[in-house]
């Protein structure tokens, strides 16, 4: 097991840290107990993801909580209820907005509409002209124009949340000490519940998660995937994915529970492996590779129950 360090897209991850401040844990840390490396799915029976069946930014409540912090989470119903809101908000301390519509945030070069892919950041200051925010896309005191900040908050084509509009996360407070390790064992069973497939959360029609979706997904790369998913994949979901199950080996190692690190740290392997067999084209191999990962998401359940 090697820890990663480096960058990667954990931006509410990297956010909500920066949100809470001195006392946060480390942003892989939060990763971990958002649940986010327990599990596979395929939104809609196309989009492939790795992390849980039903899973959503509901994890970035969960993590909260199990570090013993609350906040108040806000959305509004247009753009000049959520500007009043977010510069009330700000008065208190950095707010973690998103997600936002990342092709909209006009302060990233080449960003000119609409993606369908969600991004978070730490809003500082906010008034009737600029909005001040921590990006953690490489951008520290980025800046947008107010009503375009607004436009990419709206969020309207980021489907795959359960979130409503200008959705926003702040005062928050610690209402109780918690050590990293005592979080890291209270959020077990949540991973568990997550590997093994909850059937209490709405889901679009279709999606389908676990060793079920790992399997379906190798026979999507055997028939050929379409440029969206292929690029989705390559640029997105493998980076975060292994990135999440290093992660999780990396925690899990440091509470003593080695042999569900041991598995984590193979899921890592070989979700990291498909990065060049799909970008250059092996499709065989990454089929492969899937089929190798599927029966490792009970194996992690069955280590941690």
Known sequence: MHPYIGSGPYCYANSLAMALGP?????????????????????????????PYGWDDRGIDDAIALLGWTCRRQGADDGEQA??????????????????????????????GPIGSDHFVAVLEADDTQVLFHDP?????????????????????????????????????????????????AALPGAVAWLRGRDDLAVPPGTIGGATAVHRLADLVIDGLDPDTHDHLTQFAIRVGARRLTDAATALTSIGRDEAAAIATQQARLVGSLQHDLVDGHTNAAAQTLQQLAPTYEQLAAALS
């Open 137 to 185: 896309y490489g951008c520290p005191y980025a800046t947008l124009p107010t009503q375009d900040f607004l436009a990419a908050w709206r969020a309207d084509t980021i489907t795959f949340y359960h979130a409503e509009p200008y959705t926003m996360r702040g005062n928050f407070q610690q209402v109780r000490k918690v050590t990293t390790e005592a979080a890291l064992r």
């Open 83 to 112: 500007l009043a809101m977010l510069k009330e908000a700000v008065k208190t301390g950095p707010v973690l907005a998103g997600p936002l519509e990342m092709g909209l945030l006009r302060h990233v070069p080449g960003m000119t």
């Open 23 to 51: 006392t946060a844990p480390s942003p892989s840390i939060i990763e971990v107990l958002t649940g986010s490396p327990f599990g596979m799915h395929l939104l809609g029976g196309r989009l492939p993801l790795f992390d």
